[in-house]
């Protein structure tokens, strides 16, 4: 009788879980399309994925509970720290290896496969699940192999990807406050003070970080770090002679202390966090001696470098120091075989060129190339909106391929991060991310690989026109 008086019971519950699953699924569903609607929205979300597959690898390392058998430590079922941290990072990896594979050679939107980047979040989370239970098969061994021969030399690549993004993007902001004086309008003045300040703040930001790196990590027996702080006080000043020479003015008239202060800045930077990363064995990391702070300081360092390494990933695909075919700017337009023009181009790319010519004269605004009422006036309303809305409807923004294999590289690098040489905490029970001398040592010499990376675009083209240019 009580099993007939259950039985209702247990099939509304099952029923209404099943429906608010359902539910909450179809909801997550509409909200990453509407996001995915943009190109920067895609990338945010795979961003935010990437963050929130890196914070359960640092759980997983920083906890002795099992996923995958509720109820036992991951001592009991083999799948602590090294192993889980490297079983979820490269079924994430994997999976953008297989996207990056499969949009190889997509230019548009209206390429079938670019459905595949912007949406199906659906069946692309539930192959990420499917990938992660195989990874739970794989032995162990070959996460040893995998670890040694392809996430630490994916790990090198994409500390190296981010300091080319530091340089090009300090070239990129010196540039467009430098344009923005030239052209004389009346935000002249506004850009011209943006970019004094800008460079003195630099400038004295990084004399401020080295003194306090002299008096808190560089005391009597801290060798290591009184090397690499003046070794990077050498280097600023270095750089920014090298700026300012007159041959290198000559070569490159746009290279000044814009740039260089910023990269100055973020080396100073990444010698300091290098100095607060480093373990305290020999008292030289005052930091970490605070009980009262650690868990807060560690808690808030590991999502710096989680954010740190997501937006490296979502801004060097489309950056164009890393782009592929399609990042010559130009628009792509797919060919009309309903009729062809001059030299056989299509109606399309007779119209766009004519919209080009009008802006170019000024009479139409330069929303105009994009705008697709322009572009295509047969078009329907509700087609029209949705190519408004579609900042890709006339090509990527960014090579869909290089993308995901800049997510590989930077899954691999998370894996190596959290399992190079680390231990329990003193006090807490959160893994500090990166408080190793292996990460420290990465840092200061990724600051000198900025460096020399800076001082090369500004040598580069005095070194070539002082050996005639014209023969290379």
């Known amino acids: 009788m009580g099993a007939l008086i259950s039985l209702p019971i247990t099939m509304g519950t099952t029923f209404a879980a099943s429906c608010l699953g359902g539910c909450c699924s179809s909801a997550l569903s509409k909200t990453l399309s509407a996001l995915s609607t943009s190109s920067l929205g895609t990338r945010l979300i795979y961003a935010v994925w990437l963050l929130l597959n890196s914070l359960l690898s640092w759980i997983s390392m920083s ?106 993007f300090a070239h990129e902001w010196a540039e467009t406050c430098i344009y923005h004086v030239e052209i004389d309008d009346e935000n002249s003045s506004f850009w011209k003070k943006f970019l004094v300040v800008g460079t003195s703040a630099m400038y004295t930001a990084s004399v401020a970080m080295t003194i306090v790196m002299y008096v808190l990590f560089c005391h009597n027996q801290c060798t290591m770090n009184q090397s690499a702080v003046t070794v990077n006080l050498i280097l600023t000043c270095l750089t920014l002679i090298i700026s300012i020479h007159p041959k290198i003015q000559e070569a490159n008239p746009k290279s000044g202390l814009a740039q260089s202060s910023m990269v100055s800045v973020y080396c100073t930077y990444l010698t300091m966090s290098a100095m607060a990363s480093e373990p305290d064995d020999k008292l030289c990391n005052p930091l970490v001696r605070s009980s009262g702070t650690r868990n807060a300081s560690i808690i808030l360092g590991s999502l710096f470098t989680f954010i740190a390494v997501a937006y490296t990933t979502t801004r060097a695909a489309a950056n164009s120091a890393f782009q592929g075919s399609n990042s010559t700017g130009e628009i792509y337009l797919p060919d009309d075989i309903e009729y062809d023009g001059l030299n056989g181009q299509s109606r399309h790319q007779l119209r766009y060129e004519a919209i080009r010519q009008a802006v170019d004269e000024g009479s139409l605004p330069e929303s105009a190339l994009y705008d ?100 290379f």
Not at 391 to 407: A, C, K, M, P, V
Not at 437 to 445: D, H, Q
């Open 372 to 471: 697709s009422p322009w572009l295509n006036p047969t078009a329907t309303n509700s087609q029209q909106q949705m190519d408004i809305n579609d900042d890709e409807y006339q090509g990527t923004q960014y090579n869909y391929s290089l993308f995901h294999l800049i997510f590989f590289l930077a899954t691999q690098w998370i894996a190596i991060l959290l399992t190079i040489n680390v231990g329990k905490d003193d006090v807490g029970d959160f893994i500090p991310v990166g408080r190793t001398y292996f990460y420290s040592w990465v840092k200061i010499v990724s600051a000198w690989i900025c460096y020399v990376l800076y001082n090369w675009t500004l040598v580069a083209p005095a070194f070539i026109e002082g050996f005639g240019g014209d023969e």
């Open 63 to 168: 906890t002795n509970k099992s996923f995958l058998w509720p109820g036992k430590t991951c001592t009991d079922t083999g799948e602590c720290g090294f192993f889980t941290v490297h079983r979820l990072n490269f079924a994430l990896g994997l999976m953008h290896i297989l996207l990056g594979g499969l949009l190889l050679g997509v230019k548009s939107t209206k390429d079938k496969r670019a459905e595949l980047q912007n949406t199906w979040w659906s069946l692309k989370f539930i192959v990420y699940i499917m990938l992660v239970v195989v990874s739970f098969l794989l032995p162990n061994g070959f996460y040893v192999f995998f670890s040694k021969w392809v996430s630490v030399p994916s790990g090198a690549v994409f500390i190296l990807i981010g300091l080319i993004l530091l340089v090009d």
